[in-house]
């Protein structure tokens, strides 16, 4: 395993490789390379054990043997030719950024003949949140692109698949083409789809009637715009290095579209539906990291200080071991629904029960004569 990691990059996604790092290679010393005022943030949550700032980079960088750029896709372009002049010959870089293409070719000129440019890409949700927010348990049971360069070695490949590893990814290897073609489908179309949708609603009302279906959008409407919240300099690098392959990418969707528009009101857009469930019955559910599918309950409780905790105190002393816990929703000063998962349906089964007998109301998603009353 390696001993020494330096972070380009102390963000979001910075601090969460740093915490992880600390967490699962403690033997390992982690270099943050940010701003001083960044760096001290960085120190103070715990994830890096010293750091260096820019202008210190060939200091920060020298004997390292494993490099992280978590900046965004044009810096970490511009900072590459540095990178690669300052590390040693046996260290292995590596990236995370949501393009490959012109980073990889920027990689092939500049690492030749020494240390090893490895393309990386973790498939984690996005927050646009600072480094007080990182979490070590970010990479926990997700995928991680790792995209190899053409004069890259079999054993800096191996040695970063170990670091994923570590960490809780699981690796999929590919090459830039493959990446950038699938992700600006699966990712970075969207981004345009949601904002031709809002455009398709909103922009031909009234004002008056804009306020009106305003107040009409409801949670499913919400959750697919929720990313037009995140800066656009976040997507500007995105768009700007796979242009090609969303294009190709919205050409398809409008294709599609089209043909589904056109079976409108007729049993043949039954087929295409039932297609499309086939399709999305192989996407993985989130699971925040764990290794299997919980069972879950929906608990009503009061809206009063100790509600909560007298309920998680009530299950766990009787052996329920709740696997998660969420507010689902609340009536402020009246009452609130409360999803508690379990790790089997039998305990959520008993769970339900058991809350029953003891004055709760509480529905599940299974059939209430599955509870032993």
């Given at each position: 395993m390696v001993k020494?990691?330096?972070?380009?990059?102390?963000?979001?996604?910075?601090?969460?490789?740093?915490?992880?790092?600390?967490?699962?290679?403690?033997?390992?010393?982690?270099?943050?390379?940010?701003?001083?005022?960044?760096?001290i943030r960085a120190k103070n949550v715990g994830a890096i054990d010293n750091g260096c700032i820019y202008t210190e980079l060939n200091t920060g960088l020298k004997d390292v043997d494993l490099v992280f750029l978590t900046t965004p896709i044009y810096t970490t372009k511009e900072i590459l030719p540095k990178v690669s002049e300052y590390v040693s010959k046996k260290a292995v870089v590596t990236d995370t950024a949501f393009t490959k293409r012109e980073i990889m070719k920027s990689a092939e000129e500049h690492f030749t003949g020494g240390a090893t440019f490895i393309g990386g890409h973790p498939i984690i949700k996005y927050e646009q949140w600072e480094i007080e927010q990182a979490d070590p348990y970010l990479f926990s049971n997700t995928s991680y692109i790792l995209v190899p360069s053409s004069q890259g070695s079999i054993e800096a490949l191996e040695i970063l698949k170990e670091v994923v590893h570590a960490i809780g990814a699981r690796e999929i290897i590919m090459g830039p083409e493959e990446h950038d073609s699938l992700y600006g489908g699966l990712n970075h179309m969207l981004q345009l789809i949601a904002m031709a949708h809002v455009n398709s609603v909103f922009s031909h009302l009234e004002d008056k009637k804009r306020d009106m279906a305003a107040s009409l959008a409801g949670e499913r409407f919400k959750r697919f715009i929720e990313e037009l919240s995140t800066p656009y300099y976040i997507w500007e690098d995105i768009f700007n290095s796979n242009y090609d392959f969303i294009a190709k990418s919205v050409d398809r969707f409008i294709d599609e579209l089209k043909n589904i528009t056109g079976k409108l009101g007729s049993e043949a857009l039954i087929d295409e539906y039932q297609g499309v469930q086939k399709y999305i019955s192989d996407i993985p559910e989130p699971t925040k990291g764990f290794n299997r599918e919980l069972f879950h309950l929906y608990v009503t409780i009061e809206d009063r200080p100790g509600a909560i905790s007298q309920l998680t105190a009530l299950l766990s002393s009787n052996g329920f071991d709740i696997r998660d816990i969420e507010l689902v929703k609340i009536k402020e000063g009246d009452a609130a629904t409360m999803r508690i998962s379990f790790s089997t349906q039998n305990i959520a089964s008993k769970a339900g029960s058991f809350l029953v007998k003891s004055g709760y109301s509480c529905r599940t998603q299974y059939e209430y004569e599955e509870f032993n009353f």
């Open positions: 020494s990691i330096a972070i380009i990059g102390m963000g979001y996604i910075g601090g969460s490789l740093g915490l992880a790092f600390k967490k699962n290679i403690p033997e390992a010393l982690v270099t943050g390379i940010d701003k001083g005022s960044i760096l």
